[in-house]
C-alpha cells in the first residue's frame, strides 16, 4: 500500500515497525490482557530489560536454547556481562526476591507485558525482538494455582475471539525426576544418534532433554518411542497431576495430555503446558509456561512455590480472531486557513459531547475537494482503522457557511448532507449518530 522508497536505514534484521492500524489491534488485546488480570487480583510488574547474564544461564539454564545461543549479551563500559532479557520469568523472581516480596503476604500475583530478545532465524512469527503478556503466581503449590492461571488465561483467550485452542499437558515431575528420565533418554538416544549433529551431541551429554527442542528431524525421529517423563514421576507428582487434571475438567477447560512435552526452559517442576494454533505456519506455540517450584530458592529467595505463562504476543495477533471496537469518526473540513481556528472550535465541541469518536481536522485547509478526498480515504480504510463506516461523517466549513453560521454535515457512505446552524451541531451529530 505504502510509497515505494529506498531507506538509507532499515530496521534491524529480525525486528519490525508495528503501524497503525496493526498497533490498535495490539492495544485492544493489551487492554483486554490487563483488564482480565487485574479482575482476579493480578498487579503488573515492570522489570528492566537489562539483567545480570548470570540469572539466566543460572534459572533458564546453560545448556538450554536460549542460553547457549540466542541471548543479546554484551559487555558494559565496565566489563559486567548484561544480557537483554530472552524472557521475564527470571527478573520478576529477581524482583521478586530484591524487593521483599517473596518474603510478604502470599499469593502474589503479578503480570507483565513487554519486549524480549532472542537472536533466532527470523521467519513468520519468529522475531529477534518480539512481545510477551505473561503472568506468574507464587505461593500456592497446589493444583488450584494450575486452575486458576489456566482458567485466567482461557478467558483471556475467549475475549480475543478464540473458541477451539486447548491446552497440551504434562509433568516433568520433581529435580530427581528430570535427572532419571535424562539418564533413560540417553541410554535409548545414544545407539540412534549416529547423525546427530554437533549441537544435538552435546545436548545428549549435558542434557538429553533439551533433544525435544531440537527441530532436526533426525533428532525427533530417534525420539519416537523414547521414555516418558510420566513413568518417571514421584508418586506426590503423580497425585499432583492428576488433581491437576481433575480441576481442569471441573473448570472446563479443554486440554490433551501431551508426553514428550518437556519445555524448552531448564525451571520447570511438574506441570508444563503449551497452546499450539493449528493457523500459525510451522505450529509453533502462542504461549507456554509452567510450574517452577524451585526457581525463587535457587535464585537465592526463600523456598516459594510459583506458576506462571507467557503469551508470544507477535503470534496470538497473527491468529486472533479479535476485532476492535468500531469508532464514528468526524472530520472537520475548513476551506481556507482563516477557517483553522473555527474548524479546532468545532472539533473541541464535538469530543467534548462524543468522548470516545475520533475527530480530524483537515489541517492542510486547501478546499472542500481536497478536504473531501482525505475524509473519502478514511472512509475506504475504514475496516483496516477500525472505524465505523456509516459513523464516518465530514462537518464542512465552507464559504456559505461562513456566511450564514451554518454547518453542513455529510454522510460518507451515502454522500448525504444536510445544512443547519452551527449552534444545532452537536444534537444533529448526535442524531446523525443514532441512525
Ligand atoms: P517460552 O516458551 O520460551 O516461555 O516463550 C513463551 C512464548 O513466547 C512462546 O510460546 C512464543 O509464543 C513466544 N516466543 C518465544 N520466542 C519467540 C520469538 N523468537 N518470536 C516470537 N515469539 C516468541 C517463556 O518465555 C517462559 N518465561 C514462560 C513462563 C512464564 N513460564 C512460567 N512463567
Redesign the pocket.
Known sequence: MGVRVNPRFRSVKGTRDLLPPESERWNEAERIARETFRSRGYGEIRTPVLEDTALFARSVGETTDIVHKEMYTFSDRKGRSLTMRP???AGVVRSVIENGLAAGPMPLRLYYLGAQF?Y?RPQA????E?S?I?V?LFGVSGPAAEAEVLEMLFDFLHALGFRSLSVSLNSVGTAATRASFGEALRTYVLPRAGSFGEDDRRKLAENPLRLFDSKDPGVRAALEGAPRTMDFLDEASQRHHEEVRRMLADAGIPFQDEPSLV???DYYTRTVF?VVSEDLGAQ???????R?DGLVESLGGPSLAAI?????E??LLQVAPLAIPRRACVVVLPQRSDDLPEAARIAREIRAAFPGGCVEVDLSARGIKKGLARASVLFQEADARGLDREGVLAVLIGERERADGAVTVKRLATGEQETFPRSELARRLGAARER
Request: proline share 0%.
Open positions: 524472557e521475564n520469568t532472542r533466532e512469527g519468529r522475531y529477534r518480539f510477551q505473561g506468574e519445555r524448552g526452559l503449551e509453533d506455540a502462542i504461549l507456554g509456561g509452567g517452577y506462571g505463562f507467557a503469551i508470544g507477535d503470534r
